[in-house]
């Protein structure tokens, strides 16, 4: 083992040995968990879980590993891009429905900043920690802009989105089989807006318009947010 570490000492053997142990991890997770869709059993769960695991076996530290990876982050510019596109695949269901999806919107966003905020009071996190808390309720891309923007750490920020994004999901399952009359617009649109990601692949398990609705409420909560998020900031007057 000792031996092995120290080849990971070569930068682009690192590089390409952390890349495709993050893209193998995750891809048999991802195939664990549809066989078996427990929510411990959660790609964002437990990918995460396994790399730490391996990290501190191999005596190897997060810069390091981050250092391998980070073109990986890098593909989240792209992604952000691709969200324009069930916005435009969803544009009638937008005309449809924007008022509904204005206010679940507003809504969501509200209850999202000042949970946050009563988080980061009650633990007593100040400065970069409570920055970095507040975008945890959007998905990771435009969280981890927003954080960078108003003087958070990203990268601390994406594990709060990542809890969040799971903790989201599971209660919504919850409460979805406690109250199973809610439409699909509404189904999905309770797990876009307080589940992100995480919310948007558990809708898709309900069908294929909670889906759909889930991953329009993603984006438009998240173009939203960066837009309001400095201005929040401001208000609050949060250094």
């Known amino acids: 083992m000792t031996r092995f570490g120290s080849v990971l000492n070569d930068p682009l053997i690192a590089a390409f040995f952390w890349s495709a142990l993050t893209i193998a991890g995750y891809l048999a997770v991802k195939a664990t968990y549809?066989?078996?869709?427990?929510?411990?059993?959660?790609?964002?769960?437990?990918?995460?879980?396994?790399?730490?695991?391996a990290a501190i076996v191999l005596h190897t530290s997060y810069h390091d590993y981050i250092r391998g990876t980070h073109w990986l982050i890098a593909l989240l510019g792209p992604a952000t891009v691709g969200f324009a596109v069930p916005i435009y695949e969803q544009r009638a269901t937008v005309r449809r429905y924007w008022r509904v999806l204005g206010l679940g919107m507003l809504a969501g966003t509200a209850t999202s900043f000042i949970s946050s905020w009563a988080l980061a009071t009650a633990l007593g996190l100040n400065g970069a920690l409570r920055l970095s808390l507040l975008p945890r309720s959007i998905s990771t891309p435009f969280a981890m802009t927003i954080s960078g923007e108003i003087g958070g750490a990203p990268d601390l920020t994406a594990v709060f989105v990542v809890v969040t994004g799971i903790v989201g999901a599971i209660v919504g399952e919850i409460l979805l089989a406690r109250f199973p009359n809610y439409s699909p617009l509404a189904r999905g649109a309770l797990l876009g807006v307080g589940a992100h990601g995480a919310g948007t692949a558990k809708a898709h398990e309900f069908g294929r318009e909670e889906g759909s609705v889930a991953g329009l409420a993603m984006v438009l909560v998240g173009l939203f947010n960066v837009l309001m998020m400095p201005l929040v900031v401001a208000c609050f007057r949060i250094g």
Request: charged share 10%; aromatic share 20%.
């Open 34 to 53: 549809r066989r078996w869709p427990h929510w411990w059993l959660a790609p964002l769960a437990l990918t995460p879980l396994l790399l730490a695991f």
